[in-house]
């Protein structure tokens, strides 16, 4: 069972526009969520996260958006740079002590060309 | 300050045989990870241990598959008797202090399997 989905597999932006990246989750009970972006041949590295008890944290050109009643977040990039190309994944964390357990989704690939 | 150094970046093996992945953790985490990643998939937890102790293993396959943190040395990930669907990328992730801290991942090792 896919607990954490992120459904498009890949996103192409132009330079200087706007990247939303999305994710569906199920389990109403997460109550932490992480995004992560990953370089091929390189380790996922933290992006930004957000806490159920809110709806939106921005750090940057970063910010991700919490809609519990959708069970949805979505990261927004603006503006996109072309190093912002890479993987992103989302995850989620049940219940937040038990922080190193993540639940990740597929992730989608981000594309910004110049 | 190093990060997670993970090795062997690569290693092949052929059915039957062995894998042994070594995970050393940044300095001053005492809290590693292992997380798996099949193709075209996000990655799965497995395993979480402090130094001496698994914490967490619900993630581990029941047979062939097992992880140690000893007091000196890295964490080791060993998979005997390797098949093919073991096949995948291995990442190591650590933190300070365990469950609420932020998780740094290593490059990871690819595992192939003949």
């Known amino acids: 069972d896919q607990q954490v989905k992120q459904n498009s597999p890949s996103l192409s932006v132009q330079e200087g526009r706007i990247s939303i990246l999305n994710c569906d989750y199920t389990?109403?009970?997460?109550?932490?969520f992480l995004w992560y972006k990953k370089y091929p041949a390189e380790g996922p590295t933290f992006l930004i996260s957000?806490?159920?008890?809110?709806d939106k944290n921005e750090d940057g050109r970063f910010t991700v958006f919490l809609n519990k009643s959708a069970k949805h977040l979505s990261l927004h990039i603006v503006p996109s740079q072309p190093g912002d190309s890479a993987v992103y994944f989302c995850?989620?964390?049940?219940?937040?002590?038990?922080?190193?357990?993540?639940?990740f989704g597929q992730g989608t690939e981000l594309s910004v060309k110049p | 300050n190093a990060g997670v150094m993970q090795n062997p970046r690569h290693l092949v093996r052929r059915r039957g045989q062995e894998a042994r992945l070594r995970c050393s953790p940044m300095?001053?985490?005492?809290?590693v990870y292992w997380y798996r990643q099949l193709p075209e998939e996000g990655l799965k937890f497995m395993v979480y241990?402090?130094?001496?102790?698994?914490?967490?293993e619900s993630g581990m396959p029941k047979e062939r598959f097992s992880a140690e943190f000893p007091k000196e040395g890295p964490s080791i990930l060993r998979i005997q008797q390797v098949v093919r669907g073991d096949s995948a990328a291995y990442f190591c992730?650590?933190?300070?202090?365990?469950?609420?801290?932020?998780?740094?991942f290593g490059s990871g090792t690819q595992l192939s399997v003949l």
């Open positions: 389990n109403s009970m997460f109550d932490y």
């Open positions: 241990l402090q130094k001496e102790n698994i914490i967490d």
């Open positions: 957000i806490s159920s008890i809110k």
């Open positions: 300095k001053g985490h005492s809290h």
């Open positions: 992730a650590s933190s300070r202090q365990g469950p609420n801290e932020k998780l740094f």
């Open positions: 995850a989620a964390q049940l219940y937040y002590n038990q922080g190193g357990k993540l639940i």
